[in-house]
């Protein structure tokens, strides 16, 4: 498996945490939460706090991510966004890109 495939799965696998996360907080009626930093570093364990709706803004694409301020990596992606306590950066490498978004659990409702 090459690198950037790694790095996109990787990605994704911390998008799927983040569903789990949201189905919960959604469950006992929480406006907020703490997300984990969708980076493509498999050890990073940082905590990024938000809104329900931010969440939702992230994953209205399957080529958005969310992730700590510093941890995107340029080869990869760009900062759409800045939020203050994250950033929204979406995959612009095309093998990356095409990895994340045929991963996205939300695909068959697009
Ligand atoms: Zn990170």
């Known amino acids: 498996m090459d690198d950037q495939v790694k ?7 911390f998008r799927d945490v983040n569903e789990r996360i949201a189905e919960s907080a959604e469950r006992f009626d929480a406006d907020s939460t703490q997300f984990v930093c969708e980076c493509a ?15 939702e803004e992230v994953r209205a694409d399957g080529a958005t991510f969310m992730l700590a301020d510093g941890h995107e ?4 992606e760009r900062v759409v966004r800045r ?3 994250f950033n929204i950066v979406e995959k ?5 890109r095409a ?5 996205n659990p939300r695909a068959e409702l697009a």
């Open 83 to 85: 939020k203050g306590r």
């Open 99 to 103: 990895t994340v978004r045929r991963l």
């Open 7 to 13: 790095r996109a799965r990787t990605e994704a696998l």
């Open 41 to 55: 570093d498999a050890d990073c364990a940082d905590r990024l706090e938000a809104t329900l709706d931010e969440y």
């Open 73 to 76: 990596h340029i080869d990869i």
């Open 92 to 96: 612009v490498q095309s093998t990356v």
